[in-house]
């Protein structure tokens, strides 16, 4: 891993550190408590953006209105605005909620070619200091950037959602921001996002517990509906 430190005109400093391996790469930023900085703040934008070739394909899940974000994945070229994006093929609910001018995580693109490079954009270890992010639906040659949740998504208390602007506490660190990269069987089996995931909570004093079995689970989303009846 390799840290660069960074500091703007009044002083405050931001470092991003950035994480390689041989599947892919991954970034996150971090700012330290510090006497210029106040102990929170709401994050107004993020400027992330991830270039990609001309000529890749794209297999992508725009957002979807009403109730979640779920529709369908679609193939198309890569490059393209969200509006001018196929629509997906499947069931009606995969086609028939409002498509919103953005795409879900993740997001998978292949270079033109005999052998593709494919690349998966995603991220990984959210903390509950920062807010989940989408891809921005205006793409501007060829550069996707992240982007908030839409006023359209209400915050939900009986998921704990925060709201719409994520107001972060320091020290703070944001979800990486991951690239997988490599033929279509390396982004498959690829492990990163649980590589760069944290330790085990210290609840669990650095052992798994022996009740975590893998196996079969319901959905969390559902269970926490179950605990409200």
């Not at 959602?161 to 279509?184: C, I, N, Q, T, Y």
């Amino acid at each position: 891993r390799l840290g660069v430190e960074t500091t703007n005109a009044a002083g405050a400093r931001m470092r991003i550190l950035f994480h390689a391996q041989n599947d892919g790469a991954a970034f996150r930023y971090e700012i330290s408590k510090q006497k210029r900085l106040q102990a929170s703040a709401t994050i107004a934008e993020e400027h992330t953006g991830f270039d990609i070739p001309d000529g890749s394909k794209a297999w992508m899940q725009r957002q979807a209105l009403p109730g979640s974000y779920e529709a369908g994945f679609a193939a198309g070229p890569a490059g393209v605005d969200a509006a001018a994006f196929p629509r997906p093929r499947g069931p009606g609910w995969t086609r028939d909620k409002t498509a919103l001018n953005a795409w879900m995580f993740p997001a998978l693109f292949a270079t033109s070619g005999d052998k593709p490079t494919y690349v998966l954009l995603t991220e990984a270890t959210l903390d509950g200091n920062y807010t989940p992010m989408r891809l921005a639906g205006k793409v501007s040659d060829g550069v996707y950037t992240l982007d908030f949740p839409t006023d359209d998504e209400p915050p939900r208390p009986e998921y704990r959602e925060g709201p719409r602007l994520p107001l972060v506490k320091l020290p703070f660190a944001s979800s990486w921001r991951v690239m997988v990269v490599g033929d279509l069987g390396a982004v498959v089996t690829s492990t990163m996002v649980t590589d760069l995931a944290e330790p085990l909570d210290p609840m669990f004093g650095g052992v798994v517990p022996k009740w975590v079995k893998p196996g079969i689970a319901t959905w969390d989303w559902y269970y926490y509906r179950r605990q409200r009846g």
